[in-house]
């Protein structure tokens, strides 16, 4: 039977009402430990959750654990180029095969430090010291492989679903292949990346970097390149939220002087040259989609009132080829401009655990907002993550948009 969250249901209903009436959520959703510890088990351990760049698992060999929700998965590049996703756990005595968030390794069999049991690396059990010559023990037997976890990659992205049980990963995405075709991200390579230790709830991140509401009041950098409210609002599809905004006239791209040292990507041309995409793929990825660069926010809730956010710049490969490139153009303005939304949401953060924090109504600016409010209230009521919506033609209706 499906679990609701341990939060007043009167109070959730309030947040999937009618566009005029729809509320935040209460301020349990981002201060309980327990909301937290439920949405670990029933969003992230049971939606496909982004744990990274499955490009920087390449080469067959390559190997790293990553965590996803409550659990531990091993990636594993196989000799036939498949990635493959197995729980971070030796078969013999439970030891973890590599320590999570290390960087990559690569080696021609999984080995697990302890015991040294030895695995293919299609995760068929290869042997253990000793244990040929034991007496009724059957190397074949393959109950002796490492268990396997749900993986897709997704245009250089890996994805996990640890529950196993999660709609096809296809429906989870909706339209968005559609929306970032002509950008060709599975050719973009990371130039570089910041980790930041927030210290608010991972949903109060996803909110403010889904409205441009506050943007004239914190962000002047980011006002002289692009106008408040200038984009687009999409219809939610699968279980992605977004929108755009436009670059104002003679702006390139999204950085200090609105210049561009990188090159724009290949296949776009008119309106496509001053759009910039913002979108949420549940529950975790931020994917900023820029006419020259793409920028990542990986969420991963740490606790009630804290988040790691990893944060990684990634061109197209000519451009990084050029003499002399230099992303710190993109780099130190949304580094700037993430530590003024970082602040801003720990301010929100500290606002929700005070006596005064209650529900209230949401500006015509913060449609994305309430999607994603409804998104959330309703996987509550529920007892899971919400449900995919069939992919429609996409959308595009004048309103907010933007982003951290």
């Known amino acids: 039977m499906p679990t609701p969250a341990p939060i007043d249901p009167d109070a959730l209903r309030r947040c999937v009402a009618p566009d005029r009436d729809v509320r935040t959520l209460p301020a349990a959703a ?7 510890r439920w949405e670990l088990e029933h969003f992230f351990d049971a939606s496909w959750v982004c744990v990274g760049r499955s490009s920087a698992l390449a080469t067959p060999g390559d ?32 030891h973890e095969l590599l320590p999570c968030g290390g960087g990559p390794v690569n080696q021609s069999v999984v080995r697990c430090p302890y015991h040294r049991w030895t695995y293919a690396l299609d995760g068929a059990f290869k042997g253990g010291p000793g244990l040929a010559g034991q007496a009724g023990f059957d190397r074949r037997d393959r109950e002796h492989d490492l268990v396997a976890a749900r993986v897709r990659e997704w245009r250089g992205w890996a994805f996990v679903n640890v529950s196993g049980d999660a ?8 339209r968005l292949d559609e929306l970032v075709a002509a950008h060709e991200l599975e050719r973009v390579v990371p130039a570089a990346s910041h980790s930041y230790d927030l210290r608010a709830n991972w949903k109060i991140a996803v909110e403010n970097y889904h409205e441009c509401y506050h943007c004239s009041e914190i962000h002047p950098e980011l006002c002289r390149v692009t106008t408040p409210g200038s984009g687009d609002h999409f219809a939610p599809s699968g279980l992605v939220v977004g929108g755009s905004m436009l670059l104002d006239d003679g702006m ?30 549940w529950p975790n990825l931020l994917l900023s989609v820029h006419p020259d660069y793409v920028m990542t926010h990986v969420l ?11 944060c990684e710049w990634s061109f197209a490969p ?13 780099v130190d303005f949304w580094d700037l401009t993430n530590r003024q939304d970082w602040a801003a ?7 929700a655990a005070g006596r005064g924090y209650r529900q209230a109504p949401l500006s015509r600016h913060e449609r994305n907002v309430a999607d994603v409010i409804a998104m959330v209230a309703t996987g509550y009521l529920d007892g899971g993550p919400p449900t995919p919506v069939d992919a429609q033609p996409r959308e595009r209706s004048r309103s907010v948009a933007r982003t951290t």
Request: aromatic share 8%; charged share 25%.
């Open 30 to 36: 981002y201060v309980s430990d327990a909301v937290h």
């Open 345 to 351: 949401c720990e301010s929100v953060q500290r606002g």
């Open 167 to 174: 709609p096809p990963f296809d429906r989870h995405v909706g």
């Open 252 to 281: 390139a791209t999204m950085s200090f002087d609105g210049a561009s040292r990188a090159a724009p990507f290949r296949r776009l041309s008119g309106r496509a040259l001053r759009e910039v995409h913002y979108v949420q793929v």
């Open 63 to 94: 190997q790293a654990a990553v965590r996803a929700g409550t659990q531990a998965v091993l990636l594993v590049r196989g000799t036939d180029g498949e990635l493959r996703g197995f729980f971070n756990t030796c078969r013999h005595r439970g």
């Open 300 to 310: 991963t809730p740490l606790a009630a009132g804290r988040t790691e956010v990893a």
């Open 318 to 330: 000519e451009a990084l080829e050029r003499p002399g490139f230099d992303p710190s153009f993109a």
